[in-house]
Every structure is written in C-alpha cells, then in structure tokens.
C-alpha cells in the first residue's frame, strides 16, 4: 500500500514539474529548488517526533506499570 502510494504521489510531483516547464520555466527552476527542502524539513520533523512518541509511550507504560502494581498489592503499600 504505502509503494502505491509513494508512485502516485512521486508521479503526480514529475507531473506537475512538467506542466510547470512547459508553462513556465522558473516556476519549474524553483519547485525543483523547494520541494527537496521541504522534504528534507518534513524528514526530520518526523524523525524527531517518532523519538519523542517513543519516550512518551515508554512513560507511559512505565506509569500504567506502577498503578496496577498499586492496584494489585494494596495492603502491601500500606505499611
């Protein structure tokens, strides 16, 4: 599913760069010069964001652990 949809969108890109050079070459200069950055921007972005989900689900888990131990063993908490 995802190579589909890497085509698709890789065709549509290709697609409009050539309508840009046939209508106007500098618009196709220029999204040939954005497009990249942006990519290469959205990369990143992603790349961190994937880290900080990670560190926030391993929290996550961490605390879900400790209430269920609470839940669980409550007389042994109590002193």
């Excluded at 949809?5 to 200069?29: D, R």
């Excluded at 209430?67 to 063993?73: A, F, G, L």
């Amino acid at each position: 599913m995802q190579l589909g949809h890497f085509l698709s969108s890789f065709a549509t890109f290709f697609s409009g760069i050539l309508i840009a050079a046939i209508c106007c070459w500098e618009v196709a200069l220029l999204s040939l010069l954005v497009v990249p950055m942006i990519l290469v921007i959205g990369a990143t972005y992603t790349k961190k964001m994937n880290t900080v989900s990670t560190v926030k689900l391993l929290y996550l888990s961490e605390a879900t652990t400790m209430v269920e131990q609470v839940h669980i063993y409550p007389a042994q908490n109590i002193g």
